[in-house]
């Protein structure tokens, strides 16, 4: 063959190769046999044989190309991934239709268009094509930060290496933009998972719990070979950012990453209204054991993407759309024990300790009971036989006690008078169910509070688990995290297992946790009832250290996510001694969170710097949305007017706060001024 035939064949069959691998994995409708399918592809191989130099990423040979990575790269965003808020029940699905209504000044008998898909219960992926050629594939991570799994989704086959330029359905030419992203789900088909769990077993080698599980493990491989044993299947369902594409809806969105090569989510349908949304979610549910995915809920978008851009996002989710979760899963066993646990606020936590049983694709062998007012509510025995569910990542709970199959001799619980791990005396605090350790240097606290600390979530150490924690108190090496910043080498190599290595390797991870950002600083502290949620908008807020501490419990409240008894606590927290001190002596020992450059970015637009108050009723636009814009263009919202706020924006109706405006000589804008303002 001449050169120039060649490489018009090796297009040719990469074509067909592309065509036929998208009717056979995405459509599940294959036109020729498995036969011709591999004689294609053999010819492709051989001739790229023949001319190296022609193989390019793209080609459909080049999936397993990849050699092995030596560790996954982390890869920073500028934009946050984010993920969706939850709907547990029917009610919180109306509650979701009329805060949009509420946002948008809709009146409630208006109906609102939306578009259901399954949720997928796996793990969330952005890939990146530049020219319509597959130039990158990242994990969601925390959002701000994913890993670099190129290698490993390359292996995909629902993932097209190169955008289709037709639509392999309608044969209608795509446009193709310089830089698409596109967001998805890495799943593992419920086939796929029982096949691979049968081979493992046969391996003699690790069981995956469920799909979810198999399918991180497959995605994070080092090597891309490791992953084609354990086949994932890519839904796609978003795109992020378009080159020059603008969509009008969701539904013409998913039709066009569609007529790309991608799988979208199936079924996939719109109803308008929110009664047709939930009768729509039923009917998902009622299909969920014959699908061949584990799906989790139903994700109910708002179809219009003009909406979705005026309702916009808070600094956790997006507004226009939801993932209502399907009820648990439920089932039966028996209580063979009550344990008592005390963690590091010193609230003990009692433990039915279960006969073990499958709930959901997972074994559930313990379940919280929270507290001693829950366990008299629900009479929880030693003994019983109950209800168990599960829901997601959710632990597992006790939903009631089966009182026919109560054992005759059994005795109401109670929890211990003494903690179990320092015998000091357990004290109730007023208002409070929760029951904690009166001793405030209690073992168990101080052990728990330095777990907290370290975690992968929190100041993450490297290499340093709770084994290591128990030996330093142990030697009397720590007595709080501050501590930890305090340890020799000479003191270290001294205990059993430690050798000069991992004392060194120990040491330096300890070390480089002082680098670290303000929300993982914050998680670490462990406030009572502040998770990573809390930590990262507590962070996004007030962008330093000082200025957390400083917070009214009024100024708390006012951030959007956190509520009024969370504010409080908040307050409070910083003005205990003992926290002041263990926040000095970790700045002392040159903890520093702000100069990583991890914080999320603020908007950047033009109202930065500016610091905004809203008084009065606009007629176009609710408090919240006018207030989400301000913010979404750079600008501060605050509640009250100072020297220190730019512009007074107001309605009709203002209040006292335009009276100080004026007399403080503060800008005022009327809703018209407002509305050319965010227009430009
Ligand atoms: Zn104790």
Redesign the pocket.
Known sequence: MQNSSIEIRILELRGWIDYHNYRYYALDDPEISDAEYDEMFRELQRLEEERPDLIAPESPTQRVGSTPVGELKKIARSLPMLSLSNAMDEAEIREFDARIKRFLMLDSDVNIEYVCEPKFDGLAVELIYEQGIFTLGATRGDGIVGEDVTHTIRTIHSLPLRLHSESPVTGKPNPIPERLEVRGEAIMLIADFQALNRRQSAKDERIFANPRNAAAGSLRQLDPKTTVDRPLTLFCYHIGAATGLTFKSHLELADQLQAWGFLTPDPRDSASGIESVIRLHQKLERMRDQLPFEIDGTVIKVNDIGLQRRLSQTSRNPRWAVAAKFPPRQMTTVIENITVQ?GRT?VLTPVAELKPVEVGGATVRRATLHNQDEIDKKDVRVGDRVIVQRAGDVIPEIVKVIESKRLVDSQPYRLPRL??????PVVQDQDQAARR???VS????IANSIKHFIHRHAMDIDGMGDKIVYQLLDAGLIQSAADLYQITFESLIKLDRFAEKSAKNLLAAIHKSKKTTLWRLIHALGLPSVGETTSRLLADHFRTLPAVRAATTEELAEIDGIGPIVAKSIAQFFTVDANALLIDKLLAVGIDCEGSGQNRPRNVGKFSGMTFVLTGALSGMSRKESKSRVQAMGGKVTSSVSRKTTVVIAGEKPGSKLKKAKNLGIDVWNENRFMEEIKN
Do not use: I, Q
Not at 419 to 424: F, G, L, R
Not at 442 to 445: D, G, K, L
């Open positions: 005390v010193g903690c179990p791990v320092c015998e000091s350790c009166s001793n209690c073992p168990a606290v």
